[in-house]
């Protein structure tokens, strides 16, 4: 399947578009196709710690380290996407402690990741509402996409104080606002209008979504880009997740017959 990039005009606005999934990677050493974007819900990081007899924070801690490690993975065996699900809209429900510890774990990570995210020519992106966020994280989100956005290599995306239907929700309102100002007719809005407004529109839909921990949901997450995405649910919690677990999920995605909709010709 070939990539399709379209440019959308809505009224005076030029927007790129992906419309479709671009072509795996075939990779020879592990003699199989890899996905082009695959999305995680990074889940069980609260049961490792627990297993452990230890705070919830430090299963958060531990998950923090196993990011940066996989998207080194990631890059090495060819995924040119990666996104994953840190923070929900509906996190702010958690007790005050495990935020505050999750908001320090962002800050110190978003301090170091410039330096690391150059070193291994990597693009790091933000999706998600930023009104709520504190300015200082704000401000270190901004100086990061500034820093790397014309690294070349692994496309990273960091889903953070994200809800997909949050974020459908503002693109039919931003979608609405052009079609009032440009006198444009409710009736050739098409999808690839909204889709130039949601916060993936320079950014392939998944192939592949993995939800470590075993959990079967998908809890509010890229809704709208995962329409044909594959599906696993590894009983893995995620401070645990490595380079194996990865291989094996590939394995999985590889036995997978997509057709998208259509039908496979015998």
């Given at each position: 399947m070939k990539a399709v990039t379209d440019a959308i005009h809505i009224g005076d606005s030029l927007f790129c578009v992906n419309r479709e999934a671009q072509l795996d990677t075939f990779n020879e050493k592990l003699g199989m196709n890899v996905p082009n974007h695959i999305a995680i819900i990074l889940d069980g990081n609260g049961r490792w710690a627990k297993k452990r007899m230890m705070p919830r924070n430090f299963g958060h801690s531990q998950g923090c380290k196993v990011i940066e490690q996989t998207c080194r993975d990631m890059d090495a065996i060819g995924?040119?996407?990666?996104?994953?699900?840190?923070?929900?809209?509906?996190?702010?429900?958690?007790?005050?402690?495990?935020?505050?510890?999750?908001?320090?774990?962002?800050?110190?990570?978003?301090?170091d990741c410039i330096k690391r995210s150059n070193k291994d020519n990597m693009r790091v992106r933000i999706l998600g509402r930023r009104d709520e966020l504190a300015q200082d994280i704000v401000d270190k989100i901004d100086e990061l996409e500034e820093a790397t956005k014309n690294n070349t290599g692994l496309?990273?995306?960091?889903?953070?104080?994200?809800?997909?239907?949050?974020?459908?929700?503002?693109?039919?309102?931003?979608l609405t606002k052009e079609c009032i100002e440009k006198g444009i007719d409710p009736d050739t809005i098409t999808e690839d209008m909204i889709s130039a407004h949601l916060d993936t529109r320079d950014i392939p839909d998944p192939d592949f979504l993995i939800r470590t921990s075993g959990e079967k949901r998908i809890s509010n997450y890229l809704l709208w880009q995962c329409?044909?995405?594959?599906?696993?649910?590894?009983?893995?919690?995620?401070?645990?997740?490595?380079?194996?677990?990865?291989?094996e999920e590939i394995r999985k995605y590889n036995k997978r017959d997509r057709r998208f909709g259509g039908v496979k010709e015998e």
């Open positions: 995924v040119k996407y990666f996104t994953i699900y840190v923070f929900s809209t509906e996190n702010w429900k958690r007790s005050e402690s495990e935020v505050t510890g999750l908001m320090k774990l962002l800050r110190n990570y978003l301090t496309n990273f995306q960091i889903a953070l104080n994200y809800g997909s239907r949050d974020e459908i929700t503002r693109a039919v309102r931003e329409a044909y995405s594959e599906f696993d649910f590894p009983e893995v919690l995620w401070p645990d997740f490595n380079m194996d677990y990865l291989i």
